[in-house]
């Protein structure tokens, strides 16, 4: 399953946000988009899950036309996995991860007994199936991040896009996510993630993307890619990168502590 | 936190006792009354028209037989049962599925547990529409029609609205509901302004107050098909409006259409809204509190709550109306009554030790 991005552009309105974005991700393969607040790393997200349709450009799947495709076939081929937020009701673990399948039924049914089993394999594979029957809004908001992948997993498609997927987490969680979502890069499925985090970004990815007004500034291997120069040109901070563990990780470090 | 989860009734069960709870009150007010019926009457006369029914079946099929009850009951009780208190007892029950069933859709479209039936101004509409009819002296059938023409109508404009509001689509909507909803409250404040203070303007507040008294079997067939026609497909799509609730874009991914899902939802709630609100007036709380109790019994997922929301709306709207036409020599608008019964009831709920909202 492969999915690409040929010359995206778009604009609100007067405001140009994409100014031609094109890459390709295969399956293995774990990307992480860099950049900015407000670069377009969400906008960019929406244009090819299908959620934003006057841009011009195309998201390919396979050859097909994100644009021409149904909603419904679009969800069995690319999961979205949203940021953090408040949801508007507590439903169950389960029932979360049950709407998932919603596009393996049809509209006027309801989950039968295959979906629970695919809703159950997926949340085991999270390692999360012991809270099955409990409250969405009554779990840690590691948990929740990991119920909302097992949703994804549910929907059974095979590249995920993951907005943030780290931001809100606790220290310890970070990594367990972070852990998990490699593991399943490493079981075939294609992931696109937008991290803040450029140390996670190298320490976990196969790939990094980094976005500058509109454009990729940079892609290729961590290693190659990511270096002193690349982060101020995004963030505009000064930085040392340091190198440990043989340089299987990388820390950024603001040269200018008093940053202005 | 006390507990980690809510007490919560198995579905099965849960649904087993809002039927139990829906025939007994069924059962309850068809015995209460001016003219009280018992329930060995009520049987009989329920089993004699059973038999008449069976007797022409079997008639048509060439069998000859004939199957009757010697009433043991007065010919008044059976007319009372048929043609006054039956079609008050439906309508009652069909006001309470629809209101309720409406407002737990409202709440999973907008994302939003206040939400109730009036929020896209079905209910001013259809105020408007009566007070309009009763104005220009119409008679009782076309101030049923102006207002569900007139409640239908106001919800249409504010999708139209809404079509044309830039940014989040569900707060477009909400926002398009207040303003056009305010608009036709303040007409209906002028018509009563200029209404014959002596006959209009009393009919006009009596109708605004919602009130069952009157129903009669031509409003019932009218009520009937227009709610099956909303309820039905709320049934089927019960499980995709868990999938709305997660917000446009999630469930877009989801792979369901949210906009064209949610439209179908407004469009059936609406429908059902108008029809109880043009043949009962304005019945509020109804819509917005039922949805919540059934949460508490079984649960967020519409799976569940659609169906139980209809029970208990039912049962619920049955009851109190019940107690509207026996509680007082004179009966009590049904609109006033179902505020005084459920908050204090609700009020108890959510203040109840080890419970969280």
């Known amino acids: 399953m492969s999915i690409e991005t040929k010359d995206i552009r778009f604009a609100y309105g007067e405001h140009e946000v994409l100014r031609g974005v094109s890459f390709e991700a295969e399956p293995g393969q774990l990307v992480a988009l860099l950049g900015p607040n407000g670069v377009g790393k969400s906008t960019l997200f929406k244009c090819m899950l299908g959620l934003l349709k006057n841009y011009s450009g195309d998201t390919l799947i396979n050859g097909k036309s994100v644009k021409k495709m149904p909603a419904a076939d679009l969800a069995k081929e690319v999961a979205y996995i949203p940021q953090w937020h408040y949801p508007s009701f507590n439903f169950s673990v389960i029932d979360m991860v049950l709407m998932g399948t919603t596009s393996q039924i049809s509209r006027s049914s309801v989950p039968g007994r295959e979906q629970i089993e695919t809703a159950e394999q997926a949340l085991e594979k999270m390692n999360i199936l012991h809270l099955r029957d409990k409250g969405y809004t009554q779990i840690s908001g590691g948990e929740q991040q990991l119920v909302l992948v097992s949703r994804a997993l549910a929907q059974k498609a095979r590249i995920l896009i993951m907005d943030e997927p780290s931001s809100n987490l606790d220290f310890g969680n970070q990594f367990r996510i972070m852990k998990q979502i490699k593991d399943l890069a490493a079981d075939g499925y294609t992931v696109i993630e937008s991290l803040h985090n450029p140390d996670q970004a190298y320490m976990y990815a196969d790939r990094l993307i980094a976005m500058k007004g509109g454009m990729i500034v940079a892609d290729g291997k961590p290693s190659e890619t990511m270096d002193a120069d690349l982060i101020e040109k995004l963030y505009g901070v000064e930085v040392k990168v340091h190198s440990l563990r043989h340089d299987r990780i990388r820390i950024c470090v603001p040269n200018n502590l008093n940053i202005d | ?357």
């Open chain 2, 1 to 357: 936190m006390a507990k980690e989860k809510k007490k919560q009734l198995p579905y099965g069960t849960a649904v087993i006792i809002l039927l139990v709870v829906l025939i007994a009150v069924i059962v309850v007010a068809f015995m209460l009354g001016r003219y009280p019926i018992t329930p060995l009457e009520l049987f009989g006369i329920l089993l004699s028209r059973f038999a008449a029914a069976v007797t022409s079946v079997m008639r048509f099929f060439g069998v000859r037989a004939s199957w009757t009850i010697t009433p043991f009951w007065a010919e008044r009780q059976e007319l009372v049962l048929f043609s006054i208190r039956m079609p008050r007892v439906i309508m009652a029950g069909l006001v309470g599925c629809s209101l309720s069933a409406a407002g737990a859709a409202y709440q999973g479209v907008f994302q939003n547990p206040m939400a109730a039936p009036d929020i896209l101004g079905a209910s001013s509409g259809a105020a408007f529409g009566a007070a309009l009819a009763i104005l220009l002296g119409l008679g009782s059938k076309l101030v049923t029609l102006f207002a569900f023409a007139f409640s239908l109508i106001t919800v249409g404009l504010v999708i139209f609205i809404s079509r044309h509001t830039k940014g989040k689509k569900v707060l477009g909507i909400i926002l398009a509901g207040i303003m056009v909803s305010s608009l036709f409250t303040s007409a209906t404040s002028f018509i009563k302004l200029v209404a014959d203070p002596a006959d209009q303007l009393p009919a006009i507040t009596y109708w605004l107050m919602g009130s069952l008294n009157g129903v009669k079997k031509s409003d019932l067939l009218f009520a009937f098909i227009t709610m099956a026609i909303g309820l039905v497909p709320l049934f089927i799509l019960r499980w995709r409006i868990n999938v709305l609730t997660l917000g446009d874009d999630e469930a877009r991914t989801i792979g369901v259409n949210a906009g064209r899902l949610r439209l179908i939802v407004i469009i059936c709630s609406t429908l059902v809204t108008a029809a109880s609100v043009s043949v009962s007036g304005m019945i509020g709380w109804v819509g917005l509190v039922i949805p919540h109790l059934a949460r508490r019994l079984v649960g967020n997922n519409y799976r569940h709550l659609m169906p139980a929301t209809m029970l208990l709306g039912a049962a619920f709207l049955l009851a109190v109306d019940s107690v509207s036409r026996n509680l007082l020599a004179t009966e009590i608008p049904i609109g006033i009554l179902t505020a005084f019964i459920g908050a204090p009831f609700f009020i108890y709920l959510i203040t109840r030790d080890g419970e969280r909202y």
